[in-house]
Nanobody
Framework: QVQLVESGGGLVQTGGSLRLSCAAS????????MGWFRQAPGKERGLVAA????????YYSDSVKGRFTISRDNAKNTVYLQMNSLKPEDTAVYYC???????????WGQGAQVTVSS
């Protein structure tokens, strides 16, 4: 069992930056691929970034490519999402998740609100 806790969300102006963190407990994150999802009001939850077990391979949705960076520190059992050049359409609840592959997830955090004001 893996417990995931997100932190670092908040309110930022358009063009600003935030860094989300996802701390894990229960098991080492070395065993999992990690992803960041987001869900805006009235929309489905979607994958925005993911990273493989050892971190050499990443995935980004087209909407965040070039602005967001996912990284992991297995020694700290933590995954990060650096978000730059934020836009109002990035406003959502962001969830981290752990799973066996880049596109399959078993464990979820509780979510962190990110609000980008125009």
């Amino acid at each position: 069992q893996v417990q995931l806790v997100e932190s670092g969300g908040g309110l930022v102006q358009t063009g600003g930056s935030l860094r989300l963190s996802c701390a894990a407990s229960g098991r080492t994150l070395r065993d999992y691929a990690m992803g960041w999802f987001r869900q805006a009001p009235g929309k489905e939850r979607g994958l925005v970034a993911a990273i493989t077990l050892s971190g050499p391979s990443t995935y980004y949705s087209d909407s965040v490519k070039g602005r967001f960076t996912i990284s992991r520190d297995n020694a700290k059992n933590t995954v990060y999402l650096q978000m730059n050049s934020l836009k109002p359409e990035d406003t959502a609840v962001y969830y981290c998740a752990a799973g066996p592959t880049l596109f399959a997830y078993n464990y979820w955090g509780q979510g962190a609100q990110v609000t980008v004001s125009s």
